[in-house]
């Protein structure tokens, strides 16, 4: 893919009509189109405990997808959209696409090549990807398959200032370009699903491979994770997660690494005003896909004011709820510069592996490429708040 240019001008087109074209000689996708078909097939595949620890809550996940429904584009005419621009620059980095893979966990429940499977289909489209802390292969064996794919690293802040700033070092020199901290994720959330199924996947040593591999964090072991396995994934729930965080201590990281840092989690005006005095590089609306307060606005209910509070200061990406393209046109003409797509490619990971996160990247970015068109518009950087109606219903 990567030698076929995805991102020409013509990608949607390109990839509609090769479909089309497979079809007359009888093959049809494997993998569902729609979102929601991919999310039931996957969800029928996986384990009750694997899609249990996928799904979050109910209801600020349907709050989220709601939230994109109240939001229309209004389709422009005539105004010349042969050639699309889907690029765009954050932080001085190309991405050329305003698409990333979001951080997500523990993919050894989901599908046996986890995130090797996902840096491999992040190269061959050319998406960048964020890896999470708790990837359950290390973050260099994934920068290894990732090759010069743009790359990312999310930090769980834990309760280890030394791990901490073990992380950071090894994501510097495995080519990682920025720290992106979660702040949503001091304590897990009351998740209804995994609590009945008495499944939290770390406590069976699955996505631990950052610690288990981390110089720091074996130093304070009497035995290697490999000698006595119980008692590092102890250690781990002892240190993983540190709610006593607090805005101050971000400094330390600003003193631990020269590469941008990037806040994830942010839904309040003032929290994003907060990054801006701490000197953060970036801010990452999002509720964690649903996954953490019962309850929380929709993560693109929040995208407006946050928009206006950073004033263009730093860039603002988005993520909880991108299915379609349409979606991440919505939340670029909102204001954010780029989005994170996170459950649908973990869908087409269970699926088809490798394959199956390749067919999902391919099909949001022709489906964004051709809605873009279609909308009227032939560059990204021209969607704005007049791209859109709000059709919220007046109470
Ligand atoms: C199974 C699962 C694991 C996740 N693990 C992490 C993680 O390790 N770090 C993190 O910052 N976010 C994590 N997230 C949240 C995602 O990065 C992202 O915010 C969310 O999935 C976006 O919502 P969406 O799935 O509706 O697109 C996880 C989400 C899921 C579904
Ligand atoms: C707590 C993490 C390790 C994974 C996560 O962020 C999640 O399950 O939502």
Redesign the pocket.
Known sequence: MKDEQPISPAYGLTRQMQVYLQGLQGQRPSLPVSPEALERQAVARLKPEASG??A?MDDT?RS?LEAFHRWQIVPRMLRGVSQRQLSTTILQMQLPVPLLL?????QSIIHPEAELAVARAAHSTNVPL?L????SRSLEEVAQAAGDTLRWF?L?WSKNPDLNASFVRRAEQSGYSAI?V?LD?LLLGWREQDIQNAYLPFLLGE?LANYFSDPVFRQALAQPPEKDPATAVRYFTDIFLNPALTWEQLSFLRQHTSLPIIL??ILHPDDARKALEMGMDGI?V??????QVAGSLA?LDALPAIVEAVNKQVPILF?????RGSDIIKALALGAQAV?????Y?WGLALEGEQGVQTVLENILADLDLSLALSGYSSIAQLDASTLVNTRPVR
């Open positions: 620890y996928l979050g996940m989220n979001a951080p997500i966990g523990v964020i999470s802390t708790a990837s999310q769980y992106v979660t994720t996505g994830k989690g990452i999002s509720n964690h896909g649903g996954r993560a993520d909880s709820g991108i299915r994170l797509l996170g459950r649908p973990i």
